[in-house]
Structure formats: structure tokens, C-alpha cells
């Protein structure tokens, strides 16, 4: 099909010498994954399994359906981490970069506030504005766990300020588990709408689901094309050799990289809209592979912007960087010879902006190439919710192959749950006396202080 | 005055072992910089002048005054790297967090684009939006040498659409080197108005000039309280002995880090006001101290959101880390107990969302401190233009100080002129050549693909 195209050039040895990857490496470690690869597929994880069988989200359809009759005007997105960083994605590539802007440039539909952070500032502000429009607002309530306190705050916030409207009910949906937590309690007793996360699927790999899919079907993005993005590109992993296979070849890349010291993942699209794309993958990595004292960092940089800003410290600061370049671009620009009395300006007068745009991606990439900065390149041909989908279930699908090199369980966070008894304890919830003590006995050794 | 409170506990090996460092070490760090800061003073940097050359900026008052009489609808900035990153941090922290929304959130003050990159996309976006107004778009050109190719390309362009108009001249405003450099040729023959970067102020040391301050001035922001806030930083660190001295021992914490293998400094704000000081924050570290295979790595995280992204990873994967928080939260907005009926949720209800905020910060930090993971916290009493101005100030000399430590010149930024060139090659420029040829050589070789 050629929609994507990864670029390994500059990974291996013969362009950046011992920098570099021996090709002969990377087929190794391919083909301990195609050997793990056949036994996956038997007995696959759960989401590798959401994009075959869309037909359990029916339901989700009609539920948007009957949403849309309502005249929605703001979509009030309730989630954190796996919750939100998916529809993030999809919104900031599909939907138009002003959206919120102008109803010219969101056709009739909603504008859209995604609460992934509980700064009462920010929480203030959108309580301001939705206030004056409470018959016209939805409140798209997400947690996987139905625990998370952030998300429940804020849903207990918006009850009130929204909550006093006659069909307040209606314009509640809540995304959570089928059997347990406690969103799932407040459905039972008050009667809202309610989607499921199939069971076995992760926040950070939900976004096949109703947690990724339901907002986006509110704002009219055909779900049908990321859905079967996706299931090509499982196809494509599934199926194709390993010395052909991106997902096989990408996480041995990683892999590898790490190992010899390249414990930064720079990722760094050239495309404003995969900005969001980075955001998610930061989460999928770091929280699938950060733990037991392995797992590379992953770093969010921006083409062009970020030249001005990080591509010194990764052309001549440590050799200690992976960089994984996401191309694309697709609309033209003209740039006219506004000032033809600058002969300087020549070489720009009459190009494409679009050009220029890849020459600068071209020009950095030759720089950090020439530093012996290892780097790689997916190109994306197109962004539509069709490569969108392809995507997101590529780069699943290479963290599940990291877990099985690195050998650590990739589904699970342990490492945050004491920070939470300890934000619980610091509230004043009953049962957590030990904790409590702990708290407060840190709070009060924090002495070493300087003040200006 | 306690309006900023540094609080290193958490860094030291009386804390969390032999991760940490010990009180002597950092003592011994900090005398060495006492010794230097004496004589820094006597000859300082440009930059550290800045605060008390205000005077200077009188000009620019004026043309603000000029500009709030012409009814300008939207501010067009164009610039990327130093040229944006401080008016961005400003805004961010300043204006409302939904300024562009709807006039009541700007109190009548322009909208803003900041064009700080050039995905046509984007950029196409921007064109249809202004030149419906275009009447009262003001364009803002900034590039400190004159010569950026993306911001003269962008003018160039918005020269084309915007430039027809009547008086078009006259809402157009040139940032740039007094005298030499594309912009400024520009402005020698199209008579725009002007405004200077004063000699010897590099980009990302830039936002305390017309740079960072001009369109600030157009949105009405107070920028004598910015000023004053960095001219009592400037105070406090010229003449606080070193143990008190906040960037002093700032700079010794992050030097005696990085030397025992913390590479990365991560930069936390719980604070969503400062998640532009965090963008500005890495291009100042990045590009300062990035260069002769050293130079720490900072990465960008917010709190609480990253909590659901990249916690886990802190928390348990490499020792490699260095957490600097930056916490500062005002407002207040009760959590009703909306859900009276959940036992499991009576610890929030009636308790206040600032309170939470706060409990995951420190239920967070407690756990990396736990887990042996150093960290420090600025706290910041309010978020205002004088603290935004004193902290402007303390981190560009905590970075002068790492510079000298480090014994690298913080004020270039070599490894980026490569790139630069390359791309010019590639868009045709007549006399590169020699590096034509190597960018296509380059690009041929480039054949180890595989697709989708």
C-alpha cells in the first residue's frame, strides 16, 4: 500500500559506524520476535483483538446519534492519562487547529474542553463558560477504573454547577468498566448512559475503544476509517516476514537502541497534527517499559520549532538519543517574492512552504546523521483517520514486543499506586492512619529551605 | 519577602541515600560560583543588564499606544525558538487559559496566533482566519539575527495575503538587530516600525526586551511589574551570601546531578500556568549547556496529568533522573458532595479541589522520594508578571552559572548552523554546491525502507 514508509538508514552501522546498529543484530532480535509473534496471535492480548470486533460498540452509535439530536454545543471531556491522551490525538488530527475558534471552522459542531488536570485555574474557567450554556453541555465522564479522584472531583464539581438543569441526565455519559467501581455505582443509581471498557484493556491501549472512539463520534469523525486502519495494520503485523514487518522491525530498533546506551526515545514529528500522537506514545512507553529500573525516555520534541530550541543539545550534547522522525506533509503554500530587492531571499521566493518544510526536516535529520546521532523515519503518506488507526495499533503492538524483549509486564503501573495512598492519606481518608503519619512526618522535614 | 521558596530536602543523601548529594558537596559547589559570581558582576553579560536598562524601551511604549488605537482584532506573531518561547511563557501564565474564545475572556485585548512553526497546514489555517479581518491584523516579525528563513518565508507570505490593504504598513512591526540582517534591510525600505534586541542579547536570553515584551505590551499586560520582579532577582542574587542565595545553589544541585549520572532534569509544574515556563525552560538548558557530548536533558511534564503518562517510569525505571517541581496554586472551588450516597468518596466531598491538587503533589513527590528518586521543589507564592519576572532572571543565571561549571560558552548555539545550511542547499540556494551534492547523495542513499 505504501502509506507508510519506515526509513532504518540511519540506525545502521554502515552510515554511522559504531554508533550504529550491525544489520545482523537487528535481523536477530527480529526473529526472536517472529518466533514470539506466532505465539501471540494464538493467544492474543485483549486489544489486539478491538479491531475485529467493533460490532460490540453498536451501541456507542446510536448513543451519539441520540446525542447529536440534542444540540450540543461544548463537549466537557472528564479523563487523565489513558482516559483523554487518545481522543487528544484524534481531535488534534482530524478536527481543524482552531476548532474551538469559530463555528466556521467546526461546521455546527461542539466545541470540545478535555479536563486532564484539576489546576482549580484552569477548572474555574471552564465552569465560567459552560455555566452559560448548561443546557447545551455534555459531560463525557471517562475512568476506566471508575476510581481515578481527579476525574471523579471534577465530575462531582459539574454536577453541581450543571447538574441543576431539567435533563441534566441526558447530557451525561459515562465510559467506565462493566462490573465494577465506583462510576459504575453512581450509573446504577442515577440512571446515566454508560459505555464499557472491554475487559483486559488498558487505559494507555483504550483508545480502540468507547474511550477514544465515543468522543470522536460526537464530533462527526468517521470511526469506521481509524477502526479499519487499524485492522490492516494487524493484518500487515500479523502476516508479513519479520525482515518486512514495521512493528517487528521498529521495536528491535528500540530495543537495540537502548541497549547500547541510547536511553532517550526523542520523538519528534514534522506535522503539527501528529503533535497529539507524541503526547500518547510518551504515555504507551513510558508506562508499559518504565520499570525495573530499565526503560528508555521518551521525549516529545517538534519539528521545525524545536530546531530552534533542543536540536543543539541532540546534535553535539551525550550520545545518548534515539531520534524517531515523523513525516508528513500534504497542503501547499506559495511563498511569493514579497521582497525581491534581497537577493539573499532568492533560493526561498517562488518555492513551496511545503518545501521548505521538508528541506528543514531533510537538512536536521543530514545534521544529526553526520554527528552520528542514530535516527529513523516513519513517513506518513497521508493523516486521516485511516493511517490514525494504523498507527496507534503499530505502536502498541511495538511496546507489547519491548515488554517481551525487556521481559517486564507491559499492561501493568505498579509503580504509581503509592503516590495515590499517599494524596488519599494527605485527604483525610479514614482508614489510612499509617500513611498518614508518613505524610505528615515528610511534610514536616522539609526544612532545607531557601526563600527569596 | 517568601514570595518564591526553594526547598532541596529531597536532594540530599541524609534523604534518600546514596542517590543523594551531601550538604558539603553542595557547599563546596556554591563557593566556587560565590567566587565567580563576585566577578560576573563587575563584567556582567548583557542580559543581566537588562532589568535596569528599561529606559531604553521607551519607544516601545509608544508604538503600543499607537497600536491599541488602530481596534486591532489579532496579533500575528511570527517568530519560533527565543523569538517566540517568552511571549508564549507570558501569555500562558498572564492571560486567560481561553483568551482566544470569546471577547469576554479578553476584555476586549486582541486575539493571538503565534506562529512558531511552518506546517503549511497550520499555516493555511491562519490565512483564512486573518484575512477575513484584515483590516486589524497586526503582524509582529521577530527574529533576532533578521535572517530565520521560517519567519522571513511566513512574512513573505503574509506580505501576499494581508498586504493589499490600506495602511497595511502601519500594523506591521519588525523585532530585530539594530543593524544588520534581512529584517532590517526590509524595514530600511518598506519603513515599518522597528524595535531593537539590544546587542549581545541572544534569542532564548531575550524575553526581558521588545522580544518578549512588546506583545506583551499589546495585550495590556503590565510589563513593569515583570521587570521589577527580575530586577529584585537581580539584586537578591548579586548580593545574597551563597547558602542563601537561590540560584547559586540552584545551579549546584543541577551541576552535582547531572555528575552523578541524573542526565535528565525534568522540569514538574502543578501549576498549569507554567507549562509555558517549562517550554522556555528547555530551549534555555538545551541549547545553553547542550554541547561537547555533555549538557543534561530536560524534559517537559505536568503535574497532575503526567502522574497518569510518566510516573511510573520515574518512580521505577533508570536512576537517571532529576525532578525539579514547580508548585503554585491559588484558586479555590469546593467539591460538593455530590454523590453523597458513595462512602468510598467521602474524603472529597466538602473538601476543596485546591486541597487535592495539592495532597497528589505531595503524595507524588513523596513517593519518588521513596523510591530514592531526588527532587526539589520551587514553590511559588502567586502567579503574577513579578514573579514571572523574577524567575525569567533566576533560571538564566542559574544556566550562566551551570556555563561556567560545565566550562562550556552558554551563549552559541553551533551544532544548529549545519542544519541550517543543508537546508538552504536543498531549496536551491546558488552557492552551496558542494553541499547540494551531499544532501542528495544523502537522499539516495537512504534505501533501507520498509512500507505499508
Given amino acids: 500500500m505504501n502509506i507508510f514508509t519506515l526509513d532504518m538508514t540511519n540506525v545502521l552501522s554502515k552510515t554511522i559506524g559504531k554508533e550504529g546498529l550491525h544489520k545482523k543484530d537487528i535481523v536477530s532480535t527480529s526473529s526472536k520476535l517472529k518466533t514470539y509473534n506466532k505465539t501471540l496471535w494464538d493467544a492474543p492480548y485483549p486489544f489486539m483483538e478491538l479491531p475485529s470486533l467493533m460490532f460490540q ?244 520534541s517538534m519539528g521545525v520549532t524545536d530546531q530552534h530550541s533542543q536540536l543543539q543539545l541532540y546534535v553535539e550534547g551525550p550520545k545518548d538519543k534515539c531520534i524517531m522522525f515523523l513525516y508528513s506533509a500534504q497542503e501547499k503554500r506559495l511563498i511569493p517574492r514579497s521582497f525581491s530587492y534581497i537577493e539573499s531571499i532568492d533560493y526561498l521566493g517562488g518555492k513551496d512552504l511545503k518545501d521548505l518544510f521538508y528541506a528543514e526536516f531533510i537538512g536536521t535529520r543530514l545534521s544529526l546523521t553526520e554527528a552520528k546521532r542514530p535516527n529513523f523515519t516513519l513517513q506518513l503518506e497521508n493523516i486521516n483517520g485511516y493511517n490514525l488507526g494504523a498507527l496507534f495499533f503499530l505502536y502498541e503492538m511495538v511496546i507489547t514486543y519491548l515488554g517481551y524483549l525487556y521481559n517486564v509486564n507491559a499492561f501493568d503501573q505498579p509503580g504509581v499506586e503509592l503516590g495515590k495512598i499517599y494524596t488519599k492519606a494527605l485527604m483525610g481518608k479514614k482508614d489510612l492512619v499509617k500513611e498518614r503519619k508518613t505524610t505528615n512526618r515528610a511534610l514536616s522535614n522539609s526544612k532545607t529551605l531557601i526563600s527569596f
Avoid at 61 to 68: F, P, S
Avoid at 206 to 211: F, K, N, Q, R
Wanted: aromatic share 6%; net charge neutral; hydrophobic share 40%.
Fill in 57 to 300: 460498540f453498536k451501541e456507542m452509535g446510536q448513543l451519539a446519534d441520540t446525542i447529536k439530536k440534542k444540540h450540543i454545543k461544548n463537549l466537557v471531556l472528564l479523563g487523565i492519562g489513558g482516559s483523554s491522551l487518545g481522543t487528544e490525538t484524534i481531535f488534534h488530527a482530524l478536527l481543524h487547529p482552531f476548532h474551538n475558534l469559530h463555528e466556521d471552522m467546526r461546521n455546527g459542531k461542539p466545541r470540545y474542553f478535555i479536563l486532564d488536570n484539576i489546576d482549580p485555574h484552569k477548572m474555574n474557567r471552564v465552569i465560567e463558560i459552560t455555566e452559560k450554556e448548561k443546557d447545551n453541555t455534555l459531560l463525557v465522564v471517562i475512568s476506566k477504573s471508575g476510581e481515578t479522584p481527579e476525574t471523579i472531583s471534577q465530575f462531582m464539581i459539574l454536577k453541581e454547577t450543571l447538574g441543576k438543569e431539567k435533563n441534566f441526565r441526558d447530557r451525561v455519559v459515562i465510559i467506565t468498566d462493566k462490573n465494577k467501581g465506583i462510576l459504575k455505582e453512581i450509573v446504577d443509581k442515577e440512571g446515566y448512559a454508560v459505555l464499557n471498557v472491554p475487559e483486559g484493556v488498558g487505559g494507555r491501549f483504550s483508545v480502540l475503544t468507547p474511550v477514544g472512539l465515543f468522543p470522536s463520534l460526537v464530533m462527526g469523525i468517521d470511526i469506521d476509517e481509524i477502526v479499519n486502519g487499524a485492522k490492516d495494520m494487524a493484518a500487515h503485523i500479523r502476516e508479513k516476514p519479520y525482515k518486512e514487518n514495521m512493528a517487528i522491525t521498529l521495536a528491535s530498533i528500540l530495543y537495540l537502541m537502548e541497549r547500547k546506551g541510547k536511553h532517550i526515545h526523542v520523538i519528534m514529528p514534522y506535522c503539527e497534527r501528529l503533535s497529539g500522537f507524541a503526547d500518547w506514545f510518551r504515555q504507551l512507553e513510558a508506562e508499559s517499559l518504565g520499570k525495573n529500573h530499565l526503560g528508555a525516555t521518551p521525549l516529545k
